[in-house]
Every structure is written in C-alpha cells, then in structure tokens.
C-alpha cells in the first residue's frame, strides 16, 4: 500500500508582485523523512517555508497535508491542518515578554484542555528534552542565541506535532553547539517518529541529518534537484555539487 | 496484590493504568491502552501510592507496555514523574519494558540536570517590597538621565567647535518628519483649541458685555500658551514616541554598539540631528497653531457671536505685541528639547527586545509630557516675574 506523503507539493509558485521567486516546485515528505531544502541566499527558501505554514499564500499549486489542500481549505480546517505542524523560526521568535515556561505553555493553555499544573509539567519535560531543565522562569532576552533556538524548538513542540519545520537552525551558532542541535533533531525523529523540514543552507548540517532534499535555484527560480543529499554529493546535477563542496568541484 | 487504576473521564477507553507486586519488592507497572492529552490521564499519584503500600519496601520498579498504543506528551511527562518519585525514593527503575522512543526521550530529558541556580526566587516579594525596588529603581533613573543631558550637553558643544560627526541629511530628514508631516494633526488640534477657547471666554465676557475681549483671550492664550502647549504634547505622542522606537529597535538590532565601536558617538550621529530638528521645527509649528487658534477663534466671533471682523481684527493686534510671540517661541523651542531629549533618552537606554522597545516609547510619551508640563509651569512663572 502506497505511504500517504505527511507533505505533498504540486505546482507551487510563490510570487512577490510581478517578480516570481520559485515555480512549478513539485515534492512529497514522507512520515519519517528530515527533509532538506537547500540553496543559496535568496532563492527563497524562506517564502518556502511561508507557503508551507500558511503564513503567505502562493501564486499558484497546492500544498497537501496528509493528503488535504491547505490553501483550498476552509479557515477552521487550515486552523486544524497548521495545529499538526510546529515550527521553529529561524531567529526563534520566542515571545519577549513572555517566560520560556509561559512560551512553552502558551500554545498547551490554548488548544488542550489541562490543568495548570499538568501544562507546567508538560512545559518542563519539553524544556528538559532540549536542555533547558530550570529555566523556566528566564526571559528570552537573558538567553544565548543556542539556548534560545532550543526553547523555540521546545515551543514548537509543545503540541507533539507530527511534522516539525525548522527554519534555518545552524545559523549563528557555532559548530558544536549547531551539531548538539543537529544531533537533537536526529533523536527527535527517531524517537518521536516525527517528519522534519529543515530549510538550511549549513553544509554540515545538511548532509549530517537530511534523509531527502530538494534544491532551490535562484538563477532558473525553480527546483533542480530532488534526493538524499549525500547521494547529491557523488553524484547529483552539477550546480548542486558546487553548492555542496562551496564551489570546490 | 493488584490494584487497578482508570480515569472515570476515561470512559469505555479501557483500562490504561495496572500495577501488581512482583517478587517480594518489585513493581510492575503496566500501561495499556492510548495514552494521549485529548483524553484524561491517570495520575501518577497512584503509582507513588502503591510504591508505599507494598508489604515490604519496594526496591525495583519494572514497566510492561506490551499493550501499549498511541501515547504523546502525556505519557512522556506521567513516565518522567514515576521517575523522579522512584529517584527520591532509591528504587532502582528497570526501562527495558517501554518502547525505544520514549526510553530513548526520557534519557534525553534527564541527559541534562536542572540548572538549580537557574530558578528566580524572590519574584512573590510582597508589596512592601516591591513598592520599595520600584522607587530604588526610580532613584537610580536620576543619573542615568543626568548623565545623558551631560552627554547631549557636550555634543552641543562639539557642534559649536564643528567637530559634532552627523550626516545633515539626516537633520533635514527629521525635520521634514517633525515639521511638514506634523502640518495636519497641528492644524486639527489647534483648531479646536481655537474654537473652545472662543466660547470659553463668549460665555464669561458676555456677562460683563465685553465680548469683544474673545479677541484678546484666543490671541494672548494661543500665541504664548496653549499653541506652544499643544503642539508640545503632539509632538510628543507623534515624535518622542517615534525617536524612542527608532533608537530602541537600533538597540535591539546592535546598531548603536556598532556606532560606538567605531568610535563615532551615537550622541553626535544619532540624537544630535533630532534634538536640532524639534528645536527648530516646534517654534514654527507653534507659531502656526497660534495663527491656526486666532483664525478659529475669528469664524466662532464672526459667525456665533456678531462681532465684526475688523473689529476682531483690530482687537487682535491691539492686544498682540511682540512679546507674546517671543514668549510662544522660547516656550515652543523648550518643549521641542524636551520632547527630544525624552524621546532619545528612552531610545538610547532600551533594553535588547521588542517588549523593551513598546516600553521605551510608553515611557518617552509620558517623560515628554511631564518635562512638558514642569518647564510650563517654570517658565510661566519666571515670564510673570520678570513682567515679561
């Protein structure tokens, strides 16, 4: 029996005005998967991951979730759809006025039906998963950038969502706090099944945990390239391997 | 002994929660069932319970979760509990019966101890003491700002000796800020002010037939007080909101440290070209919610009260000397410091987030109208004394 894709894409555009970023982007994720989509500033992938989460509509295509259209979908049922996803952005976003705990808690108070105590428990166990045991009561404006990529992540998956959709999580860290979180997103899929997008442009990153990938091309505005990123490595089209070795091959 | 344990929210799920005394001093717990968080969960209350209601002291804790279906947070945080419970009793805790995935997260949230410092204290101080921090808090304010008057004090005098670094473009950017685009909300407000103050003194001058004094009253109160006021107080919810957000958000994004780790003084670039930019713009635009005020106060004479228009008109220059324009200018040049100056100092001292930046320009609001309000009074009463 055919495996109904967590994530299918079929004919995206996305378009800012007249200027289009990417067309015809065509791709599935699949339950399991860490997803890679890779390429160079401003072949945009971060309007990407927009298209993906319903923060921007595309020019054209549809985004399936488990096989239901997002952007055809009636508002409580794109509500429904995104409370599968969690997202981690690439600065964190984490409220400023806001605690971690209260962070963590904020989306568990708002769609679960707990009481305070069970949601604190909840919010410390998540804290803990990432690292961050005690430091509930801190403001993300006391944290380092590392820590504060964690707590985003622990708010993105606070809901257990089935699909995580990391924007950017290597960027501004150094390697081995960036491979600490490498390794935890790796332990996360496997531990939690859960289906991973990272959109990254981290070399190291990328061949570390990717399972597949496409590759955005900022010259054509589309795809060129879909499969494991090691495979990409030995053997792929010949723009991607540049990108991958940093335009040593 | 078997002690069986199901949430009666739990209805026809099933039995989730088991627990049978194994071997003299062992538990086995033993899960079963769908243990997600759209459902009520056992507590594990039951498990601590029956780890000191065994016969004998039980030592070793075993699951078995064969029957075990969809689980989620709610499981990982009962699990991570029993654990705690057993770590504070010495019970030794046997995993093997769980899946892998949760053993597996389980160990990734005990992999890093709880940073005991880390936790706050102190943050249900009572009120005593929290009125207490608040005005320490306020006191030690004090110099932070006397220290920026210094520092805005020197840059004035670096711009005297020309040696103030800032781009005049800038100046002129603020000023068209400040001054053209400030034109509308001037106007409107001045108006109105204009046109109260004329029925204000229509009704109390009637009384004694001397309507005619409307004339003096909007043309004295707008040219040396009220124009300067309100447009000391548009300015400072347009402006010195605006100075405190745009410094603010430099904060957060770094740019003024870059500013300083040049070398060049964020004073010079940065609050220099806004505190000349109100300086020179405020005047103007009192001068013109004067005329704004006068010519309201003329329409409600003219149109309401049948008063003649050049008899409102010769009234209005009888009573007008230059003075009064001087008195409006110096009030007008005044505010328009304070509004600047409270504005960049919230800016400049913003802390390194968004909430700080919303902060920072409530408080440039509220420190603009209330230097506002000091130096009127300050200043009205040095102009009475001195007779002028």
Same mark, same amino acid.
């Given at each position: 029996m055919e495996v109904v894709p967590h994530i299918e894409v079929r004919g995206l555009s996305m378009a800012y005005g007249e200027f289009v970023v990417q067309r015809d982007l065509a791709f599935r994720v699949n339950p399991g998967d860490i997803f890679v989509i890779m390429g160079g500033n401003g072949c945009g992938k971060t309007t990407l991951m927009r298209a993906l989460t319903g923060l921007q509509r595309p020019a054209s295509g549809t985004v399936l979730y488990g096989g239901e259209d997002f952007w055809n979908a009636a508002p409580e049922d794109q509500e429904r759809l995104q409370r599968r996803l969690g997202i981690m952005f690439q600065g964190g976003a984490l409220w400023s006025s806001l605690t971690l705990a209260e962070n963590v808690a904020l989306p568990l108070a708002e769609y679960v039906d707990l009481s305070p105590s069970?949601?604190?428990?909840?919010?410390?166990?998540?804290?803990?998963?990432?690292?961050?045991?005690?430091?509930?009561?801190?403001?993300?404006?006391?944290?380092?950038?590392?820590?504060?990529?964690?707590?985003?992540?622990?708010?993105?998956?606070?809901?257990?969502?089935?699909?995580?959709?990391?924007?950017?999580?290597?960027?501004?860290?150094?390697?081995?706090?960036?491979?600490?979180?490498?390794?935890?997103?790796?332990?996360?899929?496997?531990?939690?099944?859960?289906?991973?997008?990272?959109?990254?442009?981290?070399?190291?990153?990328?061949?570390?945990?990717?399972?597949?990938?496409?590759?955005?091309?900022?010259?054509?505005?589309?795809?060129?390239?879909?499969?494991?990123?090691?495979?990409?490595?030995?053997?792929?089209?010949?723009?991607?391997?540049?990108?991958?070795?940093?335009?040593?091959? | 002994m078997t002690n069986a344990f199901e949430s009666p929210a739990a209805g026809k799920a099933g039995q989730m929660l088991d627990m049978r005394y194994v071997g003299g001093d062992g538990l086995l717990v033993v899960l079963s069932g769908r243990w997600c968080l759209d459902r009520a969960l056992p507590s594990?209350?039951?498990?601590?319970? #029956?780890?000191?209601?065994?016969?004998?002291? %039980?030592? $070793?804790?075993?699951?078995?979760? +064969?029957? !075990?279906? /969809?689980?989620?947070?709610?499981?990982?945080?009962?699990?991570?509990?029993?654990l705690k419970a057993c770590a504070a009793r010495g019970i030794e805790v046997d995993q093997d019966g769980l899946p892998e995935g949760?053993?597996?997260?389980?160990?990734? #949230?005990?992999?890093?101890?709880?940073?005991? %410092?880390? $936790?706050?204290?102190?943050?249900? +101080?009572? !009120?005593? /003491?929290?009125v207490g921090t608040a005005t320490m808090k306020m006191f030690h304010g004090a110099p932070a700002m006397l220290r920026f008057l210094g520092e805005i004090t020197l840059s004035f005098l670096r711009l005297l000796g020309g040696r103030a670094r800032f781009r005049v473009s800038d100046m002129w950017l603020e000023v068209e800020q400040v001054g053209p685009r400030a034109l509308p909300i001037v106007s409107v407000i001045s108006f109105l002010v204009g046109l109260i103050l004329a029925y204000l003194g229509a009704d109390q001058l009637r009384l004694v037939g001397a309507q005619i004094f409307i004339a003096d009253l909007?043309?004295?109160?707008?040219?040396?007080?009220?124009?300067?006021?309100?447009?000391?107080?548009?300015?400072?919810?347009?402006?010195?909101?605006?100075?405190?957000?745009?410094?603010?958000?430099?904060?957060?994004?770094?740019?003024?440290?870059?500013?300083?780790?040049?070398?060049?003084?964020?004073?010079?670039?940065?609050?220099?070209?806004?505190?000349?930019?109100?300086?020179?713009?405020?005047?103007?635009l009192t001068l013109y919610s004067g005329f704004v005020g006068m010519l309201a106060g003329l329409l409600v004479s003219v149109f309401i009260f049948d008063i003649s228009l050049f008899e409102y008109y010769n009234e209005t220059l009888r009573a007008l000397e230059l003075k009064h324009f001087w008195v409006g200018l110096s009030k007008g040049t005044v505010y328009g410091a304070m509004v600047a100056f409270a504005g960049c100092l919230r800016g400049m001292k913003c802390g390194r987030s968004a909430e700080a930046v919303g902060k920072a320009a409530t408080s440039a609001v509220v420190t603009g109208i209330l230097l506002i309000t000091i130096a009127a009074s300050v200043m009205t009463i040095v102009y009475y004394q001195l007779e002028i």
């Open positions: 069970h949601i604190a428990e909840i919010v410390s166990f998540k804290l803990a998963l990432v690292g961050l045991a005690g430091f509930e009561d801190f403001y993300p404006s006391e944290l380092s950038g590392g820590m504060k990529k964690r707590a985003s992540l622990a708010r993105a998956m606070a809901l257990d969502p089935e699909i995580l959709i990391i924007d950017e999580p290597s960027s501004g860290l150094d390697p081995l706090t960036a491979r600490r979180l490498d390794d935890l997103i790796l332990e996360l899929r496997d531990s939690l099944g859960a289906t991973i997008v990272v959109i990254s442009h981290d070399l190291a990153s990328i061949l570390t945990i990717g399972s597949d990938s496409i590759y955005l091309d900022a010259e054509t505005h589309t795809m060129i390239a879909t499969g494991n990123p090691r495979q990409a490595l030995q053997s792929g089209d010949a723009k991607v391997r540049h990108f991958l070795t940093r335009g040593t091959a | 594990r209350d039951a498990v601590e319970q #029956a780890l000191s209601e065994g016969v004998e002291d %039980v030592r $070793r804790l075993k699951f078995d979760a +064969a029957s !075990l279906g /969809a689980w989620d947070s709610g499981l990982l945080t009962f699990l991570a509990g029993v949760i053993r597996r997260l389980l160990a990734m #949230a005990f992999a890093v101890p709880e940073q005991k %410092v880390a $936790r706050r204290s102190g943050r249900d +101080a009572n !009120l005593l /003491a929290r909007v043309a004295i109160g707008m040219v040396r007080e009220i124009g300067a006021l309100m447009t000391g107080i548009i300015i400072a919810g347009r402006t010195g909101a605006a100075f405190a957000a745009q410094l603010g958000t430099m904060q957060v994004n770094e740019e003024i440290d870059a500013f300083k780790t040049l070398g060049i003084s964020p004073i010079d670039f940065l609050v220099l070209p806004r505190m000349l930019a109100l300086m020179l713009m405020v005047p103007l």
